[in-house]
């Protein structure tokens, strides 16, 4: 599966923005799905996951209440709702594919897009 993420952009704190992860191939409605971040100089970062089925999520901690992950397997597509932007959330964002359920590690998800740039301003 091929995936393009998009939505990145600048923003203010406080702010909000939409990610979107678009997949290609028939087989999308069959793995779980996940958003990974990395700012400079630091190590990729687990985001938010979500299930096949979109009936379970899963959220880092720093994230939890502002973030919402959500998929349309109709679609082909996965989201991340991003809400009360904070610049510690400044990074790239990639969404990635994993045949393994739930899960929060980078080297469980067999399928990475390119990354998608948020800039949150103070």
């Known amino acids: 599966v091929q995936l393009q993420a998009s939505g990145g952009g600048l923003v203010q704190a406080g702010g909000s923005l939409r990610l979107s992860c678009a997949a290609s191939g028939r087989t999308f409605s069959s793995y779980a799905m996940g958003w990974f971040r990395q700012a400079s100089g630091k190590e990729r970062e687990f985001v938010a996951a979500i299930s096949w089925s979109g009936g379970s999520t899963y959220y880092a901690d720093s994230v939890k209440g502002r973030f919402t992950i959500s998929r349309d397997n109709a679609k082909n597509t996965v989201y991340l709702q991003m809400n009360s932007l904070k610049p510690e959330d400044t990074a790239v964002y990639y969404c990635?594919?994993?045949?393994?359920?739930?899960?929060?590690?980078?080297?469980?998800?067999?399928?990475w897009g390119q990354g998608t740039l948020v800039t949150v301003s103070s």
């Open positions: 990635a594919a994993t045949w393994a359920g739930i899960a929060t590690r980078v080297y469980e998800y067999d399928y």
